[in-house]
């Protein structure tokens, strides 16, 4: 795929004061993303996927310049959107927008559908006034909703179809790339299918870019192109989606992979179940932040940090950060458990 | 099932009478539970699992009440035992696990606290004993340095350790019955992997029946012997777990499965189900599924299907497999398709 | 825990500081030289010159205030300017009757609060509830002063039960108690029985039910506990208002207390014993948020107040 560079993530940090003792000085950070890097092309969706707490939502927030990061570019279109001021960031916004997990926290309930929608519209301008509500018509029809159901409020809705509306108010603008932030996780499965059917569908039409953030590697693995596995606020593998699900080589994705419960019964299945919990992101265990839980773990991941990066078992474009993936790979070492 | 049967429920009907309204949030349930073996219970948000596990225990809030049908535990039947009889029941003879591990611990107790309660109460243990059973139990569920934990409070443990210590809290009497609402729903996956490696081992260890509630058919498919698929109040298929996932009859356990992205397999299209769940306050008249099934007829939109025999494993709730049905020849001859 | 009420106790120092300007301000700033009113009308100016001279009035109101902090600090506030004794001869006996007016309207609020409340909780939308909740607004709106004025007609006058005045036996002390602490008191209730209301619907009191604990444990164990947090901090704002509704109330029955002390000395320009006075109040106040604070913790186990 020689395709056009939509985001480009440099070594992004975002790390949170905490404040504490007699004055309220920091006495610490929370490393919540801690140097990463990843890009997106233009019209492929790339999903984030980590247990709660590694950082996804933190790295899609800082996309969205909702926090201001610490470190690090942000470069979409090829313009580093972390030197814009506010002002030039909003006319930006008009490109990126956002879906929230909670379909009903993130919709006025006071406003109509159609004020939801025109507000929308009016905020980057992208529709004069007198067009607005065809427009928000034509956006309802195209998330399957009914074009009478435009004067209604949020909460004669049900749980789907506010998702539903959530999406039109992304569309309403035009934008390039839409940041999913666990878009799909609050809805009932039968009506989540629905949902992610209409992303898909409408990535067709629109030739929309999708940053989806998701827990769940079932919706992941159905709605990707490209996979990155983060931990502790790092990435542990990055990867196309066959890649991923049918060769992970990051010891991390292999567990998480393997905790997922299958919905068959006779699938068999070996599975690896990590001891312990997911350590604070406030003093992150040193070098390889999965040796505290990792089956492989040797003297050296405590120390070193790894880098991500390919080697010839894997596929192009696939990069794990782990120092023993050869190792691991050949059999030379073996999981402790 | 010639096994002996330690929970036989019959019609469940629980109702939350708001404002002169009835809302029949569980409406004819039926199941039976072999001894040492596992129910799952499943269904969509809404479909009245977390109430029939209530009712079973009679831990109803307020408004609700169970206004039919019978609970017979090893043959005693609770909706009709005393406010006393099920109080010694609680937390001895069944014992409960809830979703919310966050939430569902008193925060101003230590753990310790609040595991001797249970054995005070039902063993008369005291504070001595009890913090040493307490140790023990931590121990059994796998919390590392449990000296140290028993003396904590629930804030300062994380979710999976929570929901280990409702576990331990559960397991203080040897129930013979655990029923676990959502235990791992609040979980990240590696957590919800090691919760319910725990549950199926102590349940081989200490010969316990399990009912598992849940809405992820994974958890099922790895945690069930039998399964009850609920939808609008009501058992709509009953089986044992292979068949449902094998051969289901009923076009909403198929839907269901039809719906479910999945991790291990490519699936091109899913294929949702349309509209969505109705609410509890305008419930279709015939078939509560009616107006979403794709076979759905005049006689399923008038008349509400029995849970009925369809074979010798499955008990089905659907006018497809009676002698009354005049739509589709094709779907009683093959049932619904599965597409993934 | 000692951490914590040690850097509590440091941080009064500012705000103490912060009293002692405000009330040296209030008092310096106030129209009317005192040394006029200590001399009486028609003195001779040069005696009132000698006044001011010998109450140091002369000097720059910084040195006066530094003078003043100086008192503080040596907890030596000198001499009453309008009767020369020691102000801790004037402050004390009146401090010990508002002090324990005060305390036993606290009890008496905290007391008949908490069990009206819990009474409310628990059977929700009962007659004892709805009764409860009635006299609560009642007892809410009706000013102190009136109400005392009203059990003084009826149990001194009408039945003469209750002696109408004074202080210091136990049928003297029932009707200012009650009539100081029924607002107290109908604030505690309402308040415990909302925090009881939210905290009963909470996901522990379920698992506490589902151990098989009889209701009554369930309630007072599981429940109160966690219901007081929130009480806690409404019974050290009430305070407060005890302290200045104590004023009112003292007026009402003829006691002689702070209250009376300190609007008599303003009257007079008495700066030493005003100034006194309501430093203790305020210290006694601040106090009275400490311990909120560290039962507050204590209930707590939660708020990390290190
Ligand atoms: N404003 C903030 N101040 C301090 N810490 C924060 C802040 N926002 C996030 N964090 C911390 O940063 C880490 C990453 O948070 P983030 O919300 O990105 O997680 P996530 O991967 O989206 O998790 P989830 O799956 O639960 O949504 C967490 O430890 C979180 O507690
Ligand atoms: N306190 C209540 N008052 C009124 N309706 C209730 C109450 N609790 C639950 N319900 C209704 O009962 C139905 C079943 O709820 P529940 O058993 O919690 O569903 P789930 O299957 O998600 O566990 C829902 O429609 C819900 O709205
Ligand atoms: S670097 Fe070491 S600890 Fe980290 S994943 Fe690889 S083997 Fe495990
Ligand atoms: S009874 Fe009719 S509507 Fe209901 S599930 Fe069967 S076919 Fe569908
Ligand atoms: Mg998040
Ligand atoms: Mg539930």
Redesign the interface.
């Known amino acids: 795929m020689a395709q056009k560079e939509l985001l480009k993530v440099n070594n992004l940090k975002q790390y949170f004061p905490i404040k504490g003792g007699?004055l309220g000085r920091t006495v610490n950070h929370v490393k919540a993303v801690d140097d990463v890097t990843f890009n997106i092309y233009e019209g492929e969706t790339v999903s984030v996927v980590g247990?709660?707490g590694c950082g996804k939502s933190t790295t899609g927030r800082a996309i969205l310049r909702l926090d201001d990061p610490t470190d690090g570019t942000i470069e979409f279109n090829g313009e580093d959107l972390l030197s814009l001021n506010k002002k030039e960031m909003r006319k930006r916004r008009k490109d990126i927008q956002v879906i929230f997990q909670d379909p009903y926290a993130s919709l006025n309930p006071r406003q109509t559908v159609f004020q939801i929608l025109a507000e929308a519209m009016e905020i980057q301008d992208v529709v004069p006034k007198d067009k607005r509500r065809e427009r928000a018509i034509e956006l309802l029809e195209t998330v399957g909703l009914n074009a009478e159901q435009v004067d209604r409020f949020p909460h004669e809705f049900?749980?789907?179809?506010r998702q539903r509306i959530g999406i039109a108010r992304a569309l309403a603008v035009e934008p390039k790339l839409i940041i999913c932030d666990e878009a799909v996780s609050a809805l009932?499965?039968?009506?989540?299918?629905?949902v992610?059917?209409l992303l898909k569908k409408l990535q067709r039409e629109f030739n929309l870019t999708f940053l989806f953030i998701a827990?769940?590697?079932?919706?992941?693995?159905?709605?990707s192109d490209r996979v990155i596995v983060m931990y502790l606020g790092k990435v542990v593998e990055i990867a196309d989606k066959k890649s991923l699900?049918d060769n992970p080589q990051h010891p991390y994705t292999k567990?998480?992979?393997?905790?997922?419960?299958?919905?068959?019964?006779?699938?068999k299945k070996e599975?690896i179940?990590?001891q312990?919990?997911?350590p604070s992101p406030i003093n992150p265990p040193t070098g390889c932040r999965f040796h505290t839980r990792c089956p492989f773990a040797t003297e050296m991941c405590k120390t070193d940090t790894p880098e991500l990066r390919n080697l010839d078992n894997m596929a192009e474009g696939h990069q794990a950060s782990c120092h023993h993936i050869e190792k691991i790979f050949s059999g030379d070492l073996v999981s402790k458990y | 099932m010639s096994e002996e049967i330690i929970l036989d429920v019959k019609d469940l009907r629980t109702s939350f009478f708001v404002d002169d309204f009835e809302v029949k949030a569980v409406d004819g349930v039926s199941f039976k539970l072999p001894k040492g073996k596992t129910i799952g219970i499943v269904g969509e948000s809404g479909s009245g699992k977390s109430i029939t596990a209530l009712s079973i225990l009679r831990l109803l809030e307020k408004p609700g009440k169970i206004v039919g049908g019978e609970i017979n535990f090893k043959g005693n039947d609770l909706t009709k035992a005393s406010e006393q009889e099920i109080r010694s029941i609680r937390g001895n003879e069944i014992s409960m696990i809830f979703q919310e591990p966050m939430t569902s611990l008193n925060p101003v107790y230590t753990v310790g606290q609040q595991i001797r309660e249970t054995l005070k109460v039902h063993q008369g243990l005291g504070k001595e004993q009890g913090m040493e059973k307490g140790v023990e139990l931590l121990k059994l569920v796998g919390i590392p340095s449990p000296q140290e934990r028993i003396k904590q409070y629930p804030h300062e443990l994380s979710g999976g350790m929570r929901q280990r210590v409702m576990i331990a809290m559960a397991l203080a009497c040897n129930p013979e019955l655990l029923i676990a609402d959502e235990p791992t729903t609040a979980l990240d996956v590696t957590i919800q992997a090691q919760i319910l490696e725990l549950i199926n081992e102590l349940q081989e260890e200490l010969g316990m029946s399990v009912i598992m509630i849940t809405h992820d058919m994974g958890v099922v498919a790895e945690t069930c012997d039998y399964v009850a698929v609920m939808y609008g109040g009501k058992v709509v298929e009953y089986a044992d777990v292979k068949t449902i996932f094998k051969d289901p009859k009923h076009p909403y356990t198929v839907g269901l499965l039809n719906s479910i992205p999945r991790h291990d397999i490519d699936v091109d299209e899913l294929e949702p189900i349309r509209g969505s769940v109705p609410s509890p306050k305008n419930m279709p008249n015939g078939c509560r599924f009616a107006p979403r099934c794709p076979f759905a007829t005049d006689l399923c939109m008038e008349e509400l299907p029995d849970l009925g025999d369809v074979s010798d494993e499955n008990l089905v709730r659907c006018w497809i497999y009676s002698e009354r049905w005049d739509g589709d020849p094709e779907v009683k001859e093959h049932g619904p398709k599965r597409t993934t | 825990m000692f951490q914590f009420i040690v850097r509590r106790l440091f941080q009064l120092i500012p705000v103490l500081l912060g009293v002692t300007i405000l009330v040296f301000s209030l008092m310096h700033l106030s129209p009317g030289n005192p040394a006029h009113i200590i001399a009486g009308e028609s003195a001779p100016e040069s005696t009132v010159q000698q006044i001011e001279e010998r109450l140091g009035l002369n000097d720059p109101i910084p040195v006066q205030y530094a003078n003043f902090l100086k008192d503080v600090v040596t907890l030596d506030f000198g001499n009453s300017w309008r009767t020369s004794l020691p102000v801790s001869t004037e402050l004390w006996p009146k401090f010990w009757v508002t002090f324990e007016l005060a305390i036993y309207s606290t009890i008496f609020s905290i007391f008949l609060g908490l069990i009206a409340g819990i009474i409310s909780a628990v059977r929700q939308y009962s007659v004892a509830d709805v009764s409860i909740m009635l006299v609560a607004l009642f007892g809410l709106s009706m000013p102190n002063f009136w109400l005392g004025l009203m059990l003084m007609q009826w149990f001194s006058i009408n039945l003469g039960w209750l002696p109408p005045t004074g202080w210091g036996t136990p049928e003297q002390i029932i009707m200012p108690v009650f009539t100081l602490g029924t607002m107290g008191a109908a604030v505690i209730a309402r308040m415990t029985r909302s925090s009881m209301l939210d905290v009963i619907t909470q996901d522990y009191i379920r698992t506490a039910r589902a151990k098989g604990l009889k209701e009554k444990v369930v309630i007072y164990r599981h429940a109160l506990k966690n219901a007081l947090i929130p009480v806690v901090t409404v019974v050290g704002l009430q305070f407060g208002g005890l302290l200045a509704g104590a004023v009112l109330t003292e007026s009402v029955f003829a006691i002689n207390g702070m209250g009376k002390l300190v609007v008599d000395r303003i009257l007079a320009r008495d700066f030493p014993v005003v100034q006194a006075a309501v430093l203790v109040m305020a210290v006694v106040f601040v106090f009275v948020n400490l311990i909120v604070d560290v039962s507050y913790k204590f209930l707590n186990k939660r708020i990390d107040l290190d």
């Open positions: 007699f247990e709660s049900s749980g789907g179809q009932d499965v039968s009506v989540q299918a629905q992610l059917n827990h769940d590697l079932g919706v992941v693995r159905h709605i699900f567990a998480l992979l393997s905790a997922i419960p299958t919905p068959d019964p006779e699938a599975r179940v990590l312990g919990d997911v």
